[in-house]
């Protein structure tokens, strides 16, 4: 099942998971992270190459943020980390109540493994921005 996730508000158990592979099930999902916790959602972005899944118990999710060894799906290591509202970015692994964060990152995805910076053509996007600091 693919929702877009629309809640702005940070839920407490909920990480993020990048590095998927655009077929990845919520079963294997599931599967790879109940031996942490009870699971209670999870939501993966078909075709973009992450998920968030949702603890139960928000201290479940923390070990799992906390491991020092990757987590590892089909060979391949992935990104797990505290989901954060859009638009917010974390601040020392702590969100500061009633402050807003704009993140001056861009996630450009769908872009070949032989993409580089240099490289422009029909194959992949090119963008060009000024970010007032």
Do not use: W
């Amino acid at each position: 099942m693919e929702r877009h996730p629309d809640n702005k508000e940070v839920v407490p158990g909920k990480v993020f998971v990048g590095g998927l592979f655009r077929d990845t099930s919520p079963d294997t999902l599931r599967q790879l992270f109940e031996p942490y916790g009870a699971i209670t959602d999870v939501v993966v972005m078909f075709r973009r190459g992450f998920a968030f899944v949702t603890f139960a118990n928000p201290s479940d999710a923390e070990k799992v943020i906390d491991r020092k060894d990757l987590i590892m799906l089909d060979g391949r290591p992935l990104e797990v980390k505290r989901s954060v509202p859009l638009g917010q970015v974390e601040h020392k692994n702590e969100l500061i109540p009633g402050t807003i964060y704009e993140s001056k990152k861009l996630f450009i995805g769908g872009l070949s493994h032989e993409a580089t910076l240099g490289m422009c053509s029909s194959s992949c996007v090119c963008i060009f921005f000024f970010v007032r600091l």
